[in-house]
């Protein structure tokens, strides 16, 4: 996983349904073995460089974290010939340094969900698989985004344990206790199966968090609130899209 292969995909998260920067050239639907993707593929040219883009919550955003068929989206994604993928996802901030507004490239994850469709390697196999999981994100891909946030003056935090719930609610300030105990850093609902199916197909996988508020009895609010959490990623995403702007030209 050292070398970086050209075909690069950009999975959206909440607050990023489009990339306004993407001059599209085609959406392509694609059937997969296990079901529809979220929606059609967009194939497009960002800031000079062929790129494919696909929103993970749906083009109206209506599919939730415990809903999307990561299998179908990633499966669609090789199918289509893509060997690199930036997945952008909006996080609640543990620890301190993960504040609203700011991005992050995690470099570890604890899975907390559960009875989502997690795995390729399910049925009608030849031979049991495990794949290595030790470091779950594709290390040339988040070493690229963490060397662009570098030189583009971003703000970037370049590690973080993130930990991936089931949602669609958000957390008890007691489970986020239980979760800084853990290790975790930030805290999403769509990390997970994402990045091990991206494993699991060989796909080259990396990620960029943006803090959307800080996580449930963290900061000062009582509760969080959803036109707080657009708030934030609105300003979170001018930097996502700096930093694929960066990246995307050095690919
Ligand atoms: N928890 C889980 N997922 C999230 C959060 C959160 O606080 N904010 C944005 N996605």
Not at 139 to 158: E, I, K
Not at 213 to 238: C, H, V
Request: aromatic share 6%.
């Amino acid at each position: 996983m050292n070398s970086i292969p050209s075909e690069l995909a950009i999975i959206g998260g909440t607050g990023l349904t489009r990339l306004p920067t993407l001059k599209i050239i085609r959406r392509e639907v694609v059937h997969t073995p296990y079901g529809e993707p979220s929606g059609p593929v967009t194939h497009g040219e960002l800031f000079g460089h062929q790129v494919a883009f696909i929103p993970r919550h749906g083009a109206k955003h209506n599919i939730p974290p415990h809903r999307v068929n990561y299998r179908a989206n990633l499966w669609a994604l090789r199918h289509l010939g893509i060997k690199n993928i930036i997945a952008v996802a909006a996080v609640g901030g543990i620890s301190s340094e993960m504040r609203p507004c700011r991005i992050a490239i995690p470099d570890q994850i604890i899975d907390y969900t559960w009875s989502r469709m997690h795995t390729y390697f399910d049925e009608h196999l030849d031979a049991v698989t495990h794949i290595d999981f030790s470091e779950p994100y594709c290390r040339a891909l988040r070493g690229r985004l963490v060397g662009a946030a570098q030189s583009a003056g971003l703000d970037a935090l370049p590690k973080g344990v993130y930990a991936a719930t089931q949602g669609p609610r958000l957390e008890t300030a007691a489970e986020i206790n239980r979760l800084e105990k853990d290790g975790c850093d930030m805290v999403g609902m769509t990390g997970m199966p994402e990045a091990a199916l991206a494993r699991e197909l060989d796909l080259c996988y990396a990620s960029i968090a943006v803090v959307a508020n800080w996580a449930a009895g963290r900061g000062e609010r009582e509760t969080i609130s959803l036109s707080e959490i657009s708030r934030n990623l609105e300003q979170g995403m001018n930097q996502v899209k700096r930093l694929l702007e960066v990246v995307v030209t050095r690919i």
